[in-house]
Structures are given as C-alpha cells and as structure tokens.
C-alpha cells in the first residue's frame, strides 16, 4: 500500500457489559457460532490493517484466549473501564509514529459488511476528513449517542442519550460506534478529553468537537449498525444475521421449508439443491452436498454430508457421511463417526468414534462405539458394542459382508471376520474368523408333554 492508505484498527472490547447481567465479558457472547468481538473483526473483511489492536479490560484473559486464533492482534490493556476515550487513549503508545488512519469499531457491534467499512475509509479518503463516522437514522434510538450535523453532514456534536435534553432526544441520528480518524488528527486531541458527564467517564465521542472536518456518513442498512447491550438486542441481531444467511443460501439454490424454524452458522456451507426441513440446525464447519435433505428435527454440527444424504430427525456431531446414505429417524452419530456410501442408520442406533463402509445398514435399536466395519455389514436390531469396562474404550473390528443377530452383544476387543454370522442374542466375547456361524448363548430346552402342575383358581385370579 501507498503513502496515504496506511490502515490501523482499534476495537474497543474492554467493557463489562452490565446490560448484559452476564458473567460472561459482553464481546464474548455468541452470535451464530462467532462471539460478538469476532463478528466485528471479521466485519473487517478484505481490508488488512498493519496494526490490529484489541482493547481488552473486564476479562481481559478470557477475551485474549477467544481471539487467540488471531495472530495478528495486539491486545491493549485498559485496566479501568473510563470510558470509550479512555479506551482510545490506551493505544496512543502503540501508534507512536503512525500516520495512517484508525478505523475504530465497537466490540459491541457485529452485523458490520465489510463492504460498509471498505465505503467509510474511502469516502474518508476522498474528502480528506479528521473523521468520518457512521449514523443511520433510528425510529427508535433510545440508549445511542444522538449526532448533531449540519444539512451537509458536518457533525458538530455528539450527545449521549442519558446526556439529552428531552428536545435533543428527538433528534433519530444516531452514533453506529464506527469510525474512520486521520491518526495524526486523533493523537493530538485524544489527550485533552474530559470525563463531564452524565456517568463521569472520557467519551470518544467529545473528540469531534476538537476536529475538523469531521462527516457522517449515513448507512445504508441501518440494520448493520445496531450494538448490542442486552439480551434482546443479541437476539435481534441474531434474526438479522440468520435473515441474511437464508437469503443467502436460497439464492444459491437451497431450498429452505418454514425458513424461521432452521438455524445456520455463518460457517456452513451449502450445495445447490439441498433441502433442509423445518426445526433444523446447521452448525459450526459443517458442509452438505448437491440433493441432500436435512431434517425435519435435526442438528448437524462440524460435520460433512454428502450429495443425496438423507437426515431425518437425527443428530450428527463431528462426523462424515457420504453419498446416498440415510440417517434416521432418531440417530444420533458423535464423536468422529464416517459412515460410507448407501448406509442405513436409524431408528434409534447411536453411533460413536466409528468407521462404516459402503452399503452397512445398523437400522434399528443400536449402540456402536469404537467400532469399524467393512462394507455391506448389517447390524440386527438390538446389536450393542460393548466397548467400555469401566476403566477404558476397547475397540471391535468387523468384517466385509458379516451379520450380527438381533440383540447381540459384542464385547470388545473383539475382531468378527468377514461372512460371518452371529447367531441372535449371542454374546461374542472370542475373535471369529472369517465364514463362521458363531452362537454364544444357552442352548434352547424343548421338553415334549410338559404342563404347567395344575393350580386350583382364587376368586381373583385370571382363569
Ligand atoms: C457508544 C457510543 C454511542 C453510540 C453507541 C453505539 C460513546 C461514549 N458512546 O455507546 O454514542 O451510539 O456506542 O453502539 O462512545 N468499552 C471499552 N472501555 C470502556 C468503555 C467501553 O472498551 O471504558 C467498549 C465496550 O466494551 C463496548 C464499546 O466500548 O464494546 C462501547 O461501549 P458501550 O458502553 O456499550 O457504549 P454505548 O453506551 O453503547
Ligand atoms: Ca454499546
């Protein structure tokens, strides 16, 4: 980058968030997979800024740990939350000698495009500001620090809802939190800020008294710029998030039924001609392939399907399955499962740290842990690895082509080979080679002419 487009982000993320009545540091509450602090920090899309500085305070540690995937941040202490100038004021040391531009953004605010960003550094380029910031007119702007600008968009003052005449308050502009500085501009007057105020605290928003020229630029989608300070508020901004994600994927050629009831994480990925039913939730690295269709009532998290994968009141975690198999209804599959091509699993069979190959069917009534499985195995109804004795996870290995009974009891270790059967209720404690019939329970007692001695009937008892 040239002299003059030289880009620094500071994202103020040291506040408690008593709104919030969490434990929890604000910044840090989910949003669809990401917490809030990431969803800003992503919000800065293609831009890469030389110096990407994250201002943490109240659970500073915990906040330092959830960024921890982000080598290139610098974490700046604020060990008195003062105030979001205070915060500002934190960075002066770490930008000595810059004399590019900061972009500042509230940890607070998650549903930022980049593509907003990108338009706010530019017009801040090409009108040569102090500052640009971001407003939107709100119908209800209750809690946001109200901008007072010209007709042509001269800010002259930021006011703080609880700051407000009752007059003032009507005024709908309001401060997104996001804003554009000429460094060098900022770095002289960011010192002399002044804690007059309602709650005594530095406000970054007094500095735009201090520069000039200093414009707002009114957003768009009001709907990006709105922070979060409390739980219904997440839960808004949540539906935004989840509106803009569907509108996504159907116009990418995924079919979603009652689209309100489905959730899915920013991070999954959709191929055309998925159907996903209702009550259904993708989450986190989740990837499904061209045909599938996923649910009514199912979760899928990290995990691959593949095309023309059929899910149906199911829940996978952590796991593969590829093409044309069928789960469910009522699988659950956990724990690094990979279920080959044209599998069957359901009907109440739970799956875990497993590996099935092509054309197995488990279909009914059954646990499998630790387990692999060669191709075209079924598994009878009632069929449990017995993978646990109560101190460590043993693993069972079965064959190509090998049926297990109905209700048969694998106690691992233990190797089954390929074409072999397993009698119903056995309880298979020995490795069986290949092509065996193997029977492990009582033989069965037939005594020809036996009666039950007679009993004489009691008034009550069923005759
Ligand atoms: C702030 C703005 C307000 C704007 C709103 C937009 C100020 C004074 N007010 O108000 O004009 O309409 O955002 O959402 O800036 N923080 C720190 N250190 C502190 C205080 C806050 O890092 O000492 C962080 C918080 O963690 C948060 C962000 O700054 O991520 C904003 O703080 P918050 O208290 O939520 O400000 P608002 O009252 O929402
Ligand atoms: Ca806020």
């Known amino acids: 980058m040239g002299m003059g487009s030289k880009l620094a982000v500071a994202v103020l993320a040291a506040g408690k968030g008593t709104r919030m009545k969490s434990s929890l540091p604000k910044v840090l509450h989910p949003l669809g997979g990401r917490s809030l602090v990431d969803c800003a920090l992503d919000s800065l899309g293609t831009l890469t800024p030389s110096h990407q500085l994250v201002i943490v305070g109240y659970g500073a540690d915990q906040v330092k740990a959830a960024l921890a995937h982000r080598p290139q941040i610098t974490f700046v202490e604020q060990t008195q939350q003062l105030g979001t100038g205070h915060a500002v004021q934190q960075v002066l040391p770490h930008l000595a000698g810059f004399d590019g531009d900061l972009l500042v953004l509230n940890g607070d605010v998650p549903l930022l495009r980049p593509s907003t960003l990108e338009e706010l550094w530019t017009v801040h380029r090409r009108q040569g500001n102090a500052a640009t910031l971001l407003t939107a007119q709100f119908d209800d702007p209750t809690g946001y620090g109200r901008v007072f600008c010209t007709d042509d968009h001269v800010v002259t003052e ?68 709105q922070g979060i300070n409390n739980r219904k508020q997440l839960a808004a901004a949540y539906d935004i998030l989840q509106d803009r994600i569907k509108d996504a994927w159907m116009a990418a050629g995924v079919t979603l039924i009652n689209p309100a009831s489905i959730t899915i994480d920013p991070t999954v990925e959709l191929a055309p001609d998925v159907v996903i039913e209702p009550q259904t939730h993708l989450r986190g690295q989740t990837q499904v392939g061209c045909g599938s269709r996923i649910g009514p009532g199912s979760l899928i998290e990290n995990s691959q399907l593949g095309e023309n994968v059929t899910v149906l009141y199911s829940v ?148």
Not at 183 to 193: C, G, K, S
């Open 158 to 225: 930021i006011i703080e809802h609880r700051d407000c005449t009752d007059s003032q308050r009507q005024n709908r502009r309001i401060n997104a939190g996001v804003y554009c500085f000429s460094w060098p501009a900022l770095e002289a007057v960011l010192p002399h800020l002044k804690a007059e105020n309602d709650q005594n605290e530095y406000y970054l928003t007094d500095v735009v008294q201090d520069l000039a020229p200093v414009m707002a630029v009114d957003v768009a989608d009001p709907e990006e710029i």
């Open 316 to 463: 996978i975690s952590d796991s593969t399955v590829a093409k044309d198999s069928r789960i469910g209804p009522y699988a659950h599959l956990r724990g690094q499962v990979t279920i080959g091509q044209g599998c069957r699993v359901g009907n109440f069979v739970e799956i875990k740290k497993s590996t099935l190959g092509d054309r197995v069917n488990a279909a009914h009534l059954s646990y499998l842990g630790d387990a692999t499985l060669g191709d075209r195995v079924n598994i009878g109804a009632g069929t449990i690895t017995a993978n646990y004795d109560g101190y460590q996870k043993h693993p069972t290995v079965i064959g190509d082509r090998t049926k297990t009974g109905s209700n048969s009891v694998l106690v691992a270790p233990v190797t089954l080979g390929s074409d072999v059967t397993v009698g119903a209720g056995s309880v298979v404690t020995k490795d069986v080679e290949d092509d065996c019939l193997v029977v492990a329970r009582a033989k069965q007692i037939t005594l020809p002419g036996w009666r039950p001695a007679p009993r004489r009937a009691t008034p009550d008892s069923p005759q």
